[in-house]
């Protein structure tokens, strides 16, 4: 872990850097211009799949696994800034994402990073279907609830989502000032 004065910071990817929902409201209005689209201010479900019929289920994971649709997707607003200023104002901040379940998630989340950031931060990006494993002291993601094989040591800073609003927790938007997480 990172030194006592120098905190580890783990930011998600998907909906806290890119905005994850956007790339898929693209590809289902083009592909399916007929159904509706559940907009992001009115989702109520992490998984995107619980905020549609279950008839489109299958629809929804083809989208999410075609090859490219990762490397498609845009930064939210003020991602970008906002991420750097938390890797000079804190220093030790690693991206750790969550890889979906197909051949294509890791490699083009590293391009993505490596386009984005630069090859430095994909490098030290962290992918990991248990993030509970991971030394940290600080986890900033729009999952409202984490769970894994252990008790996480990070703290799990919420970042703000309409699906996760329910949730009473500390909350992070890239319009916070920094000091938002108390180091």
Same mark, same amino acid.
């Given at each position: 872990?990172?030194?006592?004065? +120098?905190?580890?910071?783990?930011?998600?990817?998907?909906?806290?850097?890119?905005d994850? +929902?956007?790339? *898929?409201?693209?590809v289902?209005?083009?592909?399916?211009?007929?159904?509706?689209?559940?907009?992001?201010?009115? #989702?109520?479900s *992490?998984?995107?799949t619980?905020?549609?019929?279950?008839?489109?289920t299958?629809?929804?994971?083809?989208?999410?696994?075609?090859e490219? *649709?990762?490397?498609?997707?845009e930064?939210l607003?003020?991602a970008?800034?906002?991420?750097?200023?938390?890797?000079?104002?804190?220093? +030790?901040? #690693?991206?750790?994402?969550?890889?979906?379940?197909?051949?294509?998630?890791?490699?083009?989340?590293?391009?993505?990073v490596?386009?984005?950031?630069?090859?430095k +931060?994909?490098e030290?990006m962290?992918?990991?279907?248990?993030?509970?494993?991971?030394?940290?002291t600080y986890?900033?993601?729009? #999952?409202?609830?984490?769970?894994?094989?252990?008790?996480?040591?990070?703290?799990?800073?919420?970042f703000?989502?309409?699906?996760?609003?329910?949730?009473?927790q500390? #909350?992070?938007?890239?319009?916070?000032?920094?000091?938002?997480?108390?180091?």
């Open positions: 872990m990172a030194h006592e004065n +120098h905190p580890l910071i783990l930011v998600d990817l998907d909906m806290v850097i890119t994850f +929902h956007g790339g *898929f409201e693209s289902w209005t083009r592909k399916f211009p007929d159904r509706k689209v559940v907009p992001l201010s009115e #989702r109520k *992490f998984y995107l619980k905020d549609y019929a279950p008839e489109y299958g629809d929804i994971e083809e989208i999410l696994n075609a490219h *649709f990762l490397l498609g997707l930064p607003p003020g970008v800034d906002g991420f750097r200023t938390l890797v000079e104002t804190y220093q +030790h901040v #690693r991206i750790c994402t969550t890889s979906l379940k197909n051949q294509y998630s890791s490699g083009e989340k590293w391009q993505w490596s386009t984005v950031f630069g090859r +931060h994909a030290e962290i992918v990991c279907n248990d993030k509970t494993l991971i030394k940290a986890l900033i993601d729009d #999952r409202p609830s984490i769970r894994g094989l252990v008790v996480p040591e990070w703290e799990h800073i919420l703000d989502q309409p699906y996760n609003r329910d949730v009473q500390k #909350r992070f938007t890239w319009g916070d000032n920094c000091d938002v997480l108390y180091v």
